[in-house]
Structures are given as C-alpha cells and as structure tokens.
C-alpha cells in the first residue's frame, strides 16, 4: 500500500484547522502537485507528464475499499485496477486529476450489466474551501433545491468516451450546462482507450476543473470561484465505478471503491479526503526552455 503524506508533515506546511480533522482517513493528507503554468500537462490522454510525481503522490485501488456492491471484497487487480493523481495550478486556478485504469469488463452503454442502468466512470468531488458536511439538498422548494444542491461542494461522474445523455462530465445535482466546458474544465477528449464495452480494457484520462465557493447552476457570472493557495488543505472525494463487481458471479451489480471508504460521497463533503497544495518541486520536472516542445518534454520523463 502506498503511503500517505501524514498530517504531522502536513502541518509544517500551514497550520491546520480543526476541520482537516472532519475528513476520511482521519490523520492523512494527501499529496497535490503543482503544475507551474510553464508546464502544465498537455490534456491530450497520454499521461507520461505525470510521472514526474513521486509514486507516493499517487492514490491506488489499495488505499481504497469498496463502499457499496462487494463490501468487504478483496482487490482483485485482475479484475480492477487504477491509480488516481490531483494536482493543481495557482496562476489558473484549476485543480487537475489523472486516472491509469484497467477493467476487466468494460461497461460503456450506460445500461449496466444486469442491473443498476449504471456504467464504469470515476466520480471526483471538490469541497474547494474545506466547508465539509452535505451539499446535497434534501428538502425545500424545487428552486432551492435546485440552488442549494452542489453549492458549496461540487461532484461529478467522469466518462470517455462521452455517454449520451450524460456528456463526459456529468454533474448529476445541477442542472447546469455549462460547467463542463472551458475555461470552466476540460476536456471531453483527453483521454486514450484501449477495449471496447464488454470487452478488457485500460484508460488513461486527464482534465482538469476549477473550484466554486458558491456553485449557482445559473452561470459562472453568478457564481464564485475558489481563490487556490499553496500550503491550503482542499477536500476531495475519489469514487471508481466498476459495474461488473457484484458479491457473486450471478450478481454483477456495481461496486464502488471510495477513498475513505464512506458510502454517502456522493452528497456529504465530510466524507471526503483531505489534499494538501504542494509547492513547485522543480527538481521533479524536466528543464523547461522556450523551445522545448511537449514531445520533448513527455520524451525526458520516459528516460
């Protein structure tokens, strides 16, 4: 199992608060690179930038377990594997994610095999002012419900390729049309596949999303963006999909292998992780000069 960044060496980076403490697995913070905005990763689905970040750096299928379907299970890595990266970028204010996966089965027709009418994705969430506690509206008006889901706290199935009627990021509690597209995240095309539905197959994917305080479904001009600052503790959640997963072989329904291990993600930032901003760690990245080009650049890392 690879380790976590532990809160106590956290701490020499800023002073936590109280509320880090909210947060699954209590006591751990994980690792978020910084992208200098001369080297940000080109979102093109080949990931090989990423492997600038130290192995620690990275989430695995072992640090998770699964939360619904096969609870208790044990990991399989013949049947599901994956390895999940957050970094960020401060001049841009993004967060930015990458997934290495490999499934077994690949469930693409957003029908499900068997049951459920779900399909393999990976669901990230972002709590980007660490505020914790549900952002999932349970009662009110219909306009406060549509308001108030996803408001402090945004989450969001992740696809490629796209699944009508879903899109590639398909932020199921809102209502919004807008929040899938840049400057806002990117992008429905930064991945690379290999397999096809119902067949074994691996993902590499890697996009990016900015951060909302205060998430209004209406637009972004409404709306306010979160302010990233380095050494700050952000909340997110990691959910991997894998719908071929059951307790049994007659029973394929979907299983979901959360970071934290908590079932209720889906609406509850307390139930998220904590990641910590890093600094730029330039001795990591490969020496950018103005006429490197990124196949140069992505060539240096594979050396």
């Not at 096969?70 to 957050?86: C, E, I, P, Q, W």
């Not at 308001?147 to 899109?167: D, E, S």
């Amino acid at each position: 199992m690879k380790k976590a960044i532990m809160l106590g060496a956290a701490a020499t980076v800023l002073s936590l608060s109280a509320s880090a403490w909210a947060h699954v697995p209590e006591g751990q913070v994980f690792a978020a690179w910084q992208w200098p905005t001369n080297q940000l990763p080109n979102l093109d689905g080949d990931i090989s930038e990423w492997n600038a970040l130290p192995q620690e750096y990275w989430v695995d299928i072992f640090q998770t377990s699964v939360a619904e379907g096969n609870v208790g299970g044990a990991v399989d890595t013949a049947n599901l594997n994956f390895r999940f990266a957050m970094g960020w970028n401060d001049d841009l204010d993004r967060i930015y994610y990458a997934i290495d996966r490999f499934d077994d089965v690949w469930d693409r027709d957003g029908g499900g095999f068997g049951c459920c009418g779900q399909d393999d994705s990976q669901e990230v969430g972002l709590d980007s002012d660490h505020s914790g506690d549900f952002f999932w509206a349970f009662e009110g008006t219909d306009e406060e419900l549509k308001r108030n889901r996803g408001r402090q706290a945004q989450t969001g199935h992740y696809r490629w390729p796209a699944l009508a009627p879903f899109g590639w990021y398909w932020f199921w509690m809102s209502s919004a049309d807008w929040h899938d597209k840049e400057p806002y995240s990117c992008c429905p095309t930064s991945y690379t596949l290999n397999g096809t539905h119902g067949s074994e197959a691996t993902l590499q994917a890697e996009w990016y999303t900015v951060g909302w305080d205060d998430f209004n479904y209406e637009g972004p001009d409404v709306s306010i963006r979160h302010d990233f600052v380095e050494g700050e503790i952000v909340g997110a959640g990691l959910q991997v999909v894998d719908n071929d997963n059951g307790p049994a072989e007659d029973d394929p329904r979907t299983s979901k292998w959360v970071l934290g291990g908590q079932s209720d993600i889906f609406g509850n930032a307390s139930s998220f992780s904590d990641f910590i901003l890093l600094p730029v760690d330039t001795a990591r990245l490969p020496t950018a000069v103005e006429n490197d080009t990124w196949g140069n650049i992505k060539a240096s890392f594979a050396q």
